[in-house]
Protein backbone atom coordinates (compact mmCIF):
# COMPACT_ATOMS: atom_id res chain seq x y z
CA UNK A 1 0.00 0.00 0.00
CA UNK A 2 1.15 3.48 -0.66
CA UNK A 3 0.89 6.04 2.21
CA UNK A 4 2.11 9.84 2.11
CA UNK A 5 2.50 11.40 6.01
CA UNK A 6 2.99 14.95 6.59
CA UNK A 7 4.78 16.51 9.36
CA UNK A 8 5.81 20.14 10.71
CA UNK A 9 2.67 21.74 10.87
CA UNK A 10 1.59 24.29 13.88
CA UNK A 11 1.04 27.51 15.58
CA UNK A 12 3.11 30.22 14.05
CA UNK A 13 3.08 34.12 14.43
CA UNK A 14 2.74 35.99 11.34
CA UNK A 15 6.03 36.82 9.40
CA UNK A 16 7.02 33.22 10.82
CA UNK A 17 8.65 30.14 9.33
CA UNK A 18 7.30 26.65 9.50
CA UNK A 19 9.20 23.61 7.21
CA UNK A 20 6.82 20.89 6.48
CA UNK A 21 7.47 17.25 5.37
CA UNK A 22 5.85 14.39 3.57
CA UNK A 23 7.77 11.21 3.30
CA UNK A 24 6.30 7.98 0.82
CA UNK A 25 6.62 4.57 1.68
CA UNK A 26 5.12 1.64 -0.78
CA UNK A 27 5.71 1.15 -4.66
CA UNK A 28 4.81 4.41 -6.81
CA UNK A 29 4.90 4.03 -10.19
CA UNK A 30 4.98 7.14 -13.41
CA UNK A 31 5.37 10.13 -10.82
CA UNK A 32 4.93 13.49 -12.70
CA UNK A 33 4.96 15.36 -9.89
CA UNK A 34 4.70 15.83 -6.45
CA UNK A 35 3.45 18.86 -4.79
CA UNK A 36 1.41 20.50 -1.47
CA UNK A 37 -2.39 21.63 -1.50
CA UNK A 38 -4.30 23.57 1.12
CA UNK A 39 -7.57 24.16 2.23
CA UNK A 40 -8.99 26.80 4.57
CA UNK A 41 -11.94 26.88 6.47
CA UNK A 42 -15.11 27.60 3.64
CA UNK A 43 -12.59 27.58 1.03
CA UNK A 44 -12.21 25.11 -1.80
CA UNK A 45 -8.39 23.20 -2.04
CA UNK A 46 -6.08 24.70 -3.82
CA UNK A 47 -2.51 24.44 -5.36
CA UNK A 48 0.49 25.43 -3.10
CA UNK A 49 3.40 24.27 -4.80
CA UNK A 50 4.40 21.26 -7.46
CA UNK A 51 7.75 19.88 -8.23
CA UNK A 52 9.22 17.03 -11.01
CA UNK A 53 11.43 14.81 -10.81
CA UNK A 54 13.26 16.41 -12.75
CA UNK A 55 13.36 19.43 -10.63
CA UNK A 56 10.96 21.67 -12.02
CA UNK A 57 8.38 24.46 -9.89
CA UNK A 58 5.88 26.09 -10.14
CA UNK A 59 3.97 27.45 -7.30
CA UNK A 60 0.36 29.50 -6.42
CA UNK A 61 0.75 33.69 -7.06
CA UNK A 62 0.29 33.93 -3.62
CA UNK A 63 3.11 32.10 -2.34
CA UNK A 64 5.59 32.73 -4.82
CA UNK A 65 8.82 34.26 -2.85
CA UNK A 66 7.92 33.26 0.57
CA UNK A 67 7.55 29.40 0.03
CA UNK A 68 9.90 27.10 -1.37
CA UNK A 69 9.35 23.68 -2.49
CA UNK A 70 11.99 20.55 -2.57
CA UNK A 71 12.46 16.83 -2.86
CA UNK A 72 14.82 13.99 -1.73
CA UNK A 73 14.19 11.31 -4.11
CA UNK A 74 16.45 8.80 -2.81
CA UNK A 75 14.25 9.29 0.96
CA UNK A 76 11.13 9.25 -0.90
CA UNK A 77 10.28 12.74 0.60
CA UNK A 78 8.92 16.42 -0.52
CA UNK A 79 9.46 19.68 1.59
CA UNK A 80 7.75 22.81 1.58
CA UNK A 81 9.56 25.56 3.47
CA UNK A 82 7.36 28.23 4.30
CA UNK A 83 8.47 32.00 5.19
CA UNK A 84 6.94 35.38 5.70
CA UNK A 85 3.61 33.46 6.90
CA UNK A 86 0.30 35.15 6.90
CA UNK A 87 -2.78 34.78 8.31
CA UNK A 88 -4.33 33.56 5.52
CA UNK A 89 -2.02 31.03 4.78
CA UNK A 90 -3.92 29.23 7.72
CA UNK A 91 -5.30 25.96 6.61
CA UNK A 92 -5.06 22.26 6.07
CA UNK A 93 -1.60 20.97 3.98
CA UNK A 94 -2.00 18.74 2.21
CA UNK A 95 0.89 16.14 0.37
CA UNK A 96 0.21 14.75 -3.01
CA UNK A 97 2.11 12.58 -5.42
CA UNK A 98 0.52 12.60 -9.10
CA UNK A 99 1.21 10.00 -11.34
CA UNK A 100 0.57 9.80 -15.11
CA UNK A 101 0.44 5.80 -16.77
CA UNK A 102 0.42 5.24 -20.32
CA UNK A 103 -2.76 3.11 -20.54
CA UNK A 104 -4.48 3.72 -16.83
CA UNK A 105 -3.95 7.98 -17.38
CA UNK A 106 -3.50 10.22 -14.26
CA UNK A 107 -4.15 9.34 -10.40
CA UNK A 108 -3.34 10.97 -7.50
CA UNK A 109 -2.14 9.38 -3.86
CA UNK A 110 -2.75 12.26 -0.63
CA UNK A 111 -1.67 12.28 2.93
CA UNK A 112 -4.19 12.93 5.77
CA UNK A 113 -3.23 16.61 6.09
CA UNK A 114 -1.25 19.12 8.81
CA UNK A 115 -2.79 21.82 10.37
CA UNK A 116 -1.04 25.21 9.94
CA UNK A 117 -1.91 28.36 11.69
CA UNK A 118 -0.86 32.09 11.59
CA UNK A 119 -1.84 34.53 14.18
CA UNK A 120 -1.71 38.11 14.01
Known amino acids: QVQLVESGGGLVQAGGSLRLSCVASGSIFNIDHMGWYRQAPGKQRELVATITSGGTTNYADSVKGRFTISRDNAKNMVYLQMNSLKPEDTAVYYC??????????????WGQGTQVTVSS
Open 96 to 109: NVHCIAPIAGAYDY
